[in-house]
Nanobody, 119 residues
Framework: QVQLVQSRGGLVQPGGSLRLSCVAS????????MNWYRQAPGKERALVGS?????????YYIDSVKGRFTISRDNAKNTVYLQMNNLKPEDTAVYYC???????????WGQGTQVTVSS
């Protein structure tokens, strides 16, 4: 059974930092691409970035978070991280981790974590 369990978010001042984590189980984590999405109030859920699995793991980010957000993974802990620095009010959203372990499988989502950036 695939499960993704996310850490808590919180309230952060503009310019602050926060790290989210997502612990996975029920599939071969090391080979799976892991994704972070976010859904801002009144908007659709949208991709923030991804990190591929395997030996040549690499990360992708949307333009608005490049240079501020970093996605990393610890395969020994079956955990993917989203490090968010220099947070802005427009980063306020519910953040979700997501994976599709194999092409034939469904998309699996974490429970979501609220991140609020406000002074």
């Amino acid at each position: 059974q695939v499960q993704l369990v996310q850490s808590r978010g919180g309230l952060v001042q503009p310019g602050g930092s926060l790290r989210l984590s997502c612990v996975a189980s029920g599939f071969t984590f090391s080979s799976a691409t892991m994704n972070w999405y976010r859904q801002a109030p009144g908007k659709e859920r949208a991709l923030v970035g991804s990190i591929t699995g395997g030996v040549d793991s690499g990360a992708y980010y949307i333009d608005s978070v490049k240079g501020r957000f970093t996605i990393s993974r610890d395969n020994a802990k079956n955990t993917v991280y989203l490090q968010m620095n220099n947070l802005k009010p427009e980063d306020t959203a519910v953040y979700y981790c997501m994976t599709r372990p194999r092409p034939s499988m469904n998309n699996y989502w974490g429970q979501g974590t609220q991140v609020t950036v406000s002074s």
